[in-house]
């Protein structure tokens, strides 16, 4: 009888806060993995036959009056002024040591975002996470700009993104043993894979649901 609840963020602004750090450390296997798992947790069938909902995290920050009941009432308990405290057990906390204190509920902090993807990196992602997108009300839905950026990425996955350039240049790394390695390849097959997914069916079995909160 669980209830699963997934927080969801932005795709490509969460992903580009996730992978900052290896982005930095220039650690391109490790951030291949997680951009991978992005990718493919969109459409993940675990929440397949499962009470499942994604709760924006942007709503929960922006809008807690909205966001709280709307969860309050999906998960079947009673809402209390409590939840809107950054607290437990009367202590506070918010990340680890190293960052910095910020309230609970606000704006989003997006001081580290453009850090690591140029706009054509975030042309590609976005277009390949496009129905995780639409669905969560990150972008309007226009049948013809997306098929328009289908075909303008096809070309840009098959070559090196900006991001990646940037990883070759701080490594001094030849060119060609970069394309050649597996984690490049890897994350090739994966955005591949999934551009034709895009390219044949327009989406993809995209199964968690979104709690509306208006």
Known sequence: NAKWLVM????????????????????YGLLVAKLCSMLLDISDPLFSNKEAVGLRLEDLKEKPRKALPALCKWLGVKEEENLYHMTAQGKKWWGDKSSAEQPAFGIINKSKL??????????????????????FNYVNEDKNKFKKDLK????????????????????????????????????????????EELNKYGTYPVSLEHLNID
């Open 8 to 27: 969801v963020r932005d795709p490509v602004t969460s992903c580009e806060s996730w992978i900052l750090d290896e982005f930095e450390k220039n650690d």
């Open 114 to 135: 453009g850090k690591v993807f140029s706009e054509r990196d975030k042309l590609v992602l976005n277009t390949l996470f496009h129905p995780f997108r639409l669905k």
């Open 152 to 195: 303008i990425i096809k070309p840009l996955i098959d070559n090196m993104l900006d991001f990646e350039q940037k990883i070759v240049n701080e490594t001094k790394l030849e060119k060609s043993k970069f394309l050649q390695s597996g984690a490049y390849l890897f994350l090739r097959s994966i955005m591949i894979r999934r551009w």
